[in-house]
């Protein structure tokens, strides 16, 4: 989980240098989409897994669903509002995540789950500061953005039990390149020099986070995980240094 929680803020990172650079974000998702569903494709082949009943297609489509709002969400805030705040905010997603397993997924809370929910809600109040005069309105949609995230990590837990963590990361990228491609087109710019080695980075990163996410859930309760999600504050506080 660690290993998702490092990629994934390096992926943000990178992201959020790229649209302060005016790269549209919408392009960023199908790039990231196409090339992350070739990377896997071959693996897929290997293990013939392209052949899915329609019932777990399902459940793949509707977990991108979620995902894709995520990350429209995400992207189009990220240049808005400081690395550090936007993990600060996504620590509610946990909190979401939690209750959401809870009621969906039979799993059992605690004093110590009920405790984690509460500092988790009270630490994002902090950071949003609505009564304060320097509130950003952005940091609402971070909550929004966390709420999709946590829903597409509910199905992402009952898919962990049905496929491997590579077929997961696969249908997730392949799912996303109709979704992004209609957004892409009427803001389509072509990467230039460096800029497509910070792509690659982003890329690498974030289909990286999506199997080790898979991972993690193949072995454990998303109640028991979630916690982890908060060293992310820590990387995000690292990177905005550099």
């Known amino acids: 989980m660690l290993i998702f929680c490092l990629a994934a803020v390096i992926a943000d990172a990178v992201v959020r240098y790229l649209t302060i650079a005016d790269i549209p974000a919408a392009m960023l998702m199908f790039i990231r989409s196409v090339v992350g569903a070739l990377i896997l494709l071959p693996i897929i082949i290997k293990r013939r ?24 969400i995400w992207f189009h805030i990220i240049k808005y509002v400081e690395l550090t705040s936007l993990i600060a905010i996504g620590f509610t997603s946990p909190l979401f995540a939690t209750i959401l397993a809870i009621l969906f997924l039979g799993e059992k809370y605690s004093h110590i ?98 199997i080790a996410m898979g991972k993690a859930f193949e072995k454990s309760e998303i109640s028991l995980l979630l916690p982890f999600e908060y060293s992310q504050l820590i990387f995000a506080a690292i990177f905005s240094y550099i």
Do not use: C
């Not at 669903?65 to 995520?70: A, L």
């Not at 789950?113 to 994002?124: Q, R, T, W």
């Not at 829903?151 to 997961?168: F, M, N």
């Open 49 to 72: 897994s392209l052949s899915v009943p329609r019932k777990i297609l399902k459940l793949h489509f509707v977990r991108t669903i979620f995902i894709f709002i995520n990350i429209l």
């Open 113 to 210: 789950k009920i405790a984690s929910l509460l500092i988790g809600f009270s630490g994002a109040m902090v950071v949003i500061n609505p009564f304060g005069i320097n509130f950003n309105i952005y940091l609402l949609f971070a909550i929004l953005a966390s709420l999709a995230w946590a829903i597409s990590l509910i199905y992402a837990k009952r898919l962990a039990d049905k496929q491997t963590p590579i077929e997961i990361a696969f249908f997730v990228s392949l799912f996303l390149i109709p979704l992004t491609f209609t957004l892409a087109v009427p803001f389509w710019y072509w990467p230039k020099g460096m800029e497509w080695f910070y792509i690659m980075i982003y890329i690498i990163s974030a289909t990286i986070a999506f």
